[in-house]
């Protein structure tokens, strides 16, 4: 949460936990779920969405219909603070990488990534690994099964 976020009270919690689970629910039912009127549930949503506690509504896609996961373990060459942070950028800004994680370690990075095909992902490591004079190797793990996926924060309450 940004530093200048509200505190947080038990509805507010409970709010989130039923936003988690569908964020299409219309506020009269969150209302009735947390004993609050739709006009009070309306106000604590805007006021988590203003102070960054709830941080975008999206709809989640299954990666398997529209491309192919894959994990990847990305050490850099040198570990100078603008290196790093062009790294950062350059994952940042591409698509297909769908998490970036700066880590401890042997690798530097942790990269999840979505593609079409194999080819599609032979190209993007030219460009991204291939093609930097920063990355001194990378290490591809392509999932067999996905077992488990959390997209909800645990919540007190």
Known sequence: MPPSSPSLDSFDFAIL?????????PQRLIGE???LSAPAVQRRIKRMEQAGVIASNVAIIEPAAVGQPI???????????????GAKRQFSQTPEVQQCYYVTGEAD?????????????????????????????????????RVKVGLTVPLPG
């Open 109 to 145: 990075f942790i990269l999840v990534i979505t593609v079409a095909d194999m080819g599609a992902y032979e190209a993007l490591t030219r460009k991204l690994f291939f093609g930097s004079n920063n990355v001194r190797k990378f290490r591809t793990f392509v999932a067999m099964d």
């Open 17 to 25: 936990a039923i936003l988690q689970r569908d964020n299409t629910t």
């Open 33 to 35: 779920a947390v004993n």
């Open 71 to 85: 994990f990847v373990e990305v050490e850099l060459e040198s570990e100078r603070t603008e290196l790093i942070d």
